[in-house]
């Protein structure tokens, strides 16, 4: 109906087109993209995606992110844009952005900020934008794997209670448990999706 009364949606009738993109020269900002992108770079990271996709979706087969393992992310002191239509009419010109995905290179641009987490916002943003179809609604398990150490990735799911996927090894989040052992997922696994 919205395109009837021919009312665009951003995400789907505009294009944005990098006008103007500086790289910062502020080093904690610098610091905090070379950490995201080492973890974005990481298979684990990918793998938590996917099962995100799983949990939010119920789709079974993996989606493929492959490309990630080759993303850079880099703090940017200005992102300008231009919002273009699908058949190149400019709407608008040197918008100011707070972050731009370059699909050809895999380079995510965060505008920076002294905020560890509004940059952290950000890039979950962004990345949910390339999730397409598959976006998520609740940014705050994609910010926390985007933020973890790679080998903590699956501890972390767990203990939001993102389900797994079928015939998945499950690990203990709990190492001093005595339940730290891996065992295959099984009617012991619990359904989180309902909750």
């Known amino acids: 109906m919205a395109k009837l009364a021919g009312s665009l ?4 009738d505009i294009i944005e087109m990098p006008q103007n993109v500086k790289p910062a020269d502020n080093n904690q900002s610098i610091e905090w993209c070379i950490k995201w992108q080492n973890t974005l ?3 684990e990271f990918i793998h938590g995606l996917q099962r995100l996709i799983f ?3 119920d789709l079974e087969s993996e989606v493929e992110f492959n ?8 703090s940017a002191s200005e992102i300008n844009v231009d919002l273009v239509l699908p058949d190149k009419t ?3 010109s040197s918008i100011p952005g707070v972050y731009y995905f370059d699909a050809n290179q895999r380079i995510f641009y965060l505008i920076s900020s ?7 916002c950000y890039l979950a943003e962004i990345i949910n934008i390339q ?9 705050l398990p994609i910010a926390s794997i985007i933020d973890a150490e790679s080998e903590n ?3 972390i799911l767990n203990e939001l209670r993102i389900r797994s996927f079928p015939n998945e090894k499950i690990i203990s989040a709990d190492p001093s448990s005595e339940d730290c052992a891996e065992h295959k997922s099984s009617d012991r696994q619990i359904y989180w999706g309902a909750f």
């Open 9 to 12: 949606s951003l995400f789907k």
């Open 41 to 43: 770079n990481y298979p």
């Open 153 to 155: 990735v699956s501890f």
């Open 114 to 120: 002294a905020s560890r987490y509004i940059m952290l």
């Open 67 to 74: 490309w990630l393992k080759t993303a850079k992310v880099i």
């Open 55 to 57: 949990h939010y979706h």
């Open 131 to 139: 999730l397409g179809n598959f976006s998520l609604d609740n940014l």
């Open 90 to 92: 400019l709407v608008a």
